[in-house]
């Protein structure tokens, strides 16, 4: 009985971590080309693209 209380306590703590993680990483790269044609705005703040 008391194994299941310490399992409980701990595979909520590493499950809720690990998963914010590899979220942010995939969904960063793909708004970016998808930005490609509205980064008009930012012609001067990115002169080295010119």
């Known amino acids: 009985m008391h194994s299941a209380a310490i399992h ?3 595979a909520p703590d590493p ?3 690990d998963d914010p993680v590899p979220e942010p990483p995939p969904h960063q ?3 970016v080309p998808q ?3 509205v ?3 930012n012609p001067a703040g990115q002169p080295e693209r010119d």
């Open 8 to 10: 409980a306590h701990r």
């Open 35 to 37: 930005d490609d044609p």
């Open 29 to 31: 790269p793909h708004p």
């Open 15 to 17: 499950a809720p971590v």
């Open 39 to 41: 980064p008009d705005h």
